[in-house]
């Protein structure tokens, strides 16, 4: 089957997200972290995925399980925040102390205390269910792996990851990488593909568990860094929307977003063609 990818480009995150959702439809998808990166890792590097940044339609949240556990549930193809309607209840909500949907201090959206544990097992507040992983069942190969899914870590482990500019041998054992990426062999060929690009020595890996409160559930969606030509790829520190400083999972859940949705259709003649999404050639 074709499939046709497209960019969708908002100013606001939620907007972005709906007409992500709407062009995708029933039979296609928006593409999540571990899709972005394979769509980078088998195309050309003058393709448009590697020229600019990207919101991936993944999130990190930060929960604590029935045994008082703090862990970190990487969720691929839409979680918590998978809705338009879901995201701007966070962003609308009164920023009282008490409310347990607004954002919290850093920017992150706050999980109330059922979706905290309904994300644990795999049950997301659009009423999906995904199956939920283990990080050491993901770092040994999953066949198969189905497009949406969830990745419990341990916070700690997930804290003590290296962040920021980080020499790619080091990414490819990182476990909150390996989590991004979707797998190990599949963060290995990226890894590989990036570091290619103008044999660079670093490449950006951020997160924000080194600073939050494990105690308040809350999730952030991921984004992919990216401009033209890579340039500033190895230890840019300028975050603005041109710097390609990596893979970063600490931004305000206010702005703007590009997504890319993708649906059953007729193949493009340019600009998008020969991604690969899910496994798809199109």
């Given amino acids: 089957m074709s499939m046709q990818p497209k960019i969708i480009f908002e100013p606001h995150i939620p907007m972005a997200l709906h007409h992500a959702l709407e062009y995708a439809g029933d039979d296609g998808f928006v593409a999540s972290l571990p899709e972005l990166l394979r769509a980078r890792t088998n195309v050309p590097y003058d393709n448009i995925v590697w020229n600019t940044w990207f919101t991936a339609h993944s999130e ?29 209840r966070s962003l609308y909500a009164d920023m009282g102390h008490q409310n347990s949907e607004g954002l919290t201090g850093d920017g992150a959206a706050k999980v109330t205390a059922e979706e905290a544990r309904d994300v644990l097992n795999g049950k997301l507040p659009d009423g999906t269910r995904i199956p939920i992983f283990a990080f050491n069942e993901l770092r040994q190969g999953i066949d198969a792996l189905p497009r949406r899914y969830g990745v419990v870590m341990d916070f700690e482990l997930a804290r003590k990851t290296e962040k920021g500019f980080t020499p790619f041998e080091v990414l490819k054992e990182e476990p909150n990488f390996i ?7 599949a963060a290995a060929a990226y890894l590989d593909r990036f570091q290619a690009r103008h044999d660079t020595k670093l490449m950006g890996n951020f997160h924000p568990f080194n600073y939050v409160d494990p105690d308040q559930p809350q999730t952030r969606v991921i984004f992919l860094a990216g401009n033209k030509g890579g340039v500033g790829s190895e230890g840019d520190y300028f975050y603005g929307y041109d710097s390609d400083y990596g893979i970063g999972g600490w931004g ?8 890319i949705a993708v649906k059953p259709g ?10 690969d999404f899910h496994g798809i050639s199109i």
């Fill in 266 to 275: 007729h193949v493009p003649a340019s600009g998008l063609r020969g991604q």
């Fill in 60 to 88: 990190e949240c930060v929960v604590t399980t029935p045994q008082g556990n703090p862990v970190v549930v990487a969720i691929h193809g839409g979680g918590v925040l998978g809705t338009p309607q879901r995201f701007e």
């Fill in 179 to 185: 989590a991004r990426a979707g797998g190990v062999d």
């Fill in 252 to 259: 305000h859940m206010v702005g703007m977003a590009r997504y």
